[in-house]
């Protein structure tokens, strides 16, 4: 093998399709780029508490495996020899995941999920999994087991919830790719927070199992409105992740087989863009308003057509994601327990927020009746905002309401350009509404606040678009800043 000299930065600040190529090309070996990542996590980790459990050996062990395939001519995929992170939800045999919770503390899965078998396949090493924060609730990554998670641009700040361990990891260079998931923004608010890129796809489209630990106790597996999905630091890598886990498996049979349609491939001066700042009554912060003015301003001056427009986003979208998260938590929780659970996030998470704790104290009682209708009230609104991208190609929005915010108690009052408001309010909003109705949702990098933290932009599309998306992105690419890697990392 021969092998050009390359710094750890450029190794492990390179795309993980730019990483592969160089890979299959015996530019570099998977034993190198692997050990390269491995120093970096060692020098850094420490200050972010990103990587919450590291497969070192086996790290080493499959890279050097991933070498010998190569030479004899073997190709195990697109992702050959590539080091990536998994969030700690996800199954890996013989490994933890407790949702840095104690109820789970003692859960060590006994098989891989469908997703990580299929990463594996793919040819990728995995590193390790990534902090979360417990139970998957929040904007930040605090919880029982593991240190408390951090921002590499800004320490003293949120990586964003639940996948803000992959995102810290990601934005450090500690990892090439994230395998992450998103029930309530938990994808997109980590990307927004850390300057990345993520794609959550539509629902029900990618497989579920071993995607999260049960109790023994559990009686159910319902799942509403969370997918699996990819986080890194390019479209590109982004798409080829997504590829790996998309699709049905005989484990979840509401995944059914869709025959993806190609991306168009038209120009920017082909595209009917929408963008709004705000969904009513939720209106972003001034910098995230000016950014995404000027964003819109560059795409029109490209050529494509250009309105500043929104479907109906509020109040249907509390009222679905509230009724629908109500009847997944509330399967399996004791009677005390529906009772007592409004009271204590009323007091954290959903504090300033009565009407939405009224929502969920009402979901964790429902009968089939009342989930009907949540699900009737779902189809309506859905048809409503498909009608809409009858017109639009796509919708760009804020993530949240403006870049990371402090590291600080759950629920504490935020500063919302000056004046304080609801903890919940600052990412809630702009996020779980493309949880409640289903749609893809994909964040891109737009630029850096005056405080040098980033602020991303999101692009929503219909059902099954995720092709196109990921095409509107690249069209959009050159009009952003892209990824910028933080100081210091």
Known sequence: MTTAPASTSDICYATATELAQRIRDREVSSAEVTEMFLTRIASHNGKLNAIVQLFE????????????????????GPLHGIPVTIKEMFLIAGTPSTLNSKRLRSFVASEDAVLVKR???????ILGKTNVPANLQGYQCKGDIYPEGKNPYQLECSP???????????????????????????LRVPAHFCGLFCL?????????????????????????MGQAG?????????????????????????????????????????????????????????????LLAALA??????????????????????????????????????WLLRKIFPRFVARGLLKGQPNIVRLLRRAL?????????????????????????????????????????????????????????????YCQPYVTPFNASGHPAL???????????????????????EPELLHIARQLAPLTRGFVAPRGF
């Open 57 to 76: 050996q086996n790290a080493r062990s499959r890279a050097k495996e991933a070498d010998e395939a190569l030479a004899r001519g073997e190709n195990w």
């Open 119 to 125: 990463i594996k396949a793919a040819g990728a090493i």
């Open 160 to 186: 964003g919830g639940s996948t803000g361990g992959g995102a810290a990891a990601a934005a450090a260079g500690m990892t090439a790719l994230e395998l992450g998931a998103d029930g309530g923004g938990s």
């Open 200 to 224: 959550k796809p539509t629902d029900k489209t990618i497989v579920r199992y071993g995607g999260m630990p049960l109790p023994e106790e559990a009686r159910g597996f319902l799942v509403n």
């Open 230 to 290: 990819p986080l890194g630091r390019s479209v590109d890598d982004i798409e080829v992740l997504w590829t790996i886990i998309r699709g049905p498996d005989p484990s979840d049979f509401e995944i059914a087989p869709i025959d993806w349609r190609p991306a168009s491939g038209r120009s920017i001066d082909q595209l009917r863009i929408a963008w709004t700042d705000r969904f009513e009554p939720h209106v972003a912060g001034a910098e995230t308003r000016e």
């Open 297 to 334: 301003a560059r795409i029109e001056r490209a050529g494509a057509r250009v309105q500043k427009t929104a479907p109906a986003i509020h109040p249907p979208a509390d009222d679905v994601f509230v009724q629908l998260l109500g009847a997944m938590l509330g399967q399996d929780m004791p």
């Open 365 to 425: 009682k429902m009968n089939t009746q009342d989930y009907a209708a949540a699900l009737g009230i779902k189809r309506a609104w859905v048809e409503d905002i498909e009608r809409f991208f009858g017109n639009h190609d796509v919708l760009l929005a804020p993530v949240s309401f403006g870049p990371a915010f402090k590291r600080c108690k759950e629920g504490s009052a935020l500063d919302f350009d000056g004046k304080m408001g609801p903890y919940n309010n």
């Open 443 to 465: 964040v891109m990098p737009l630029g850096i606040s005056k405080d040098g933290l980033p602020i991303g932009v999101q692009l929503i599309g219909p059902y099954w678009s």
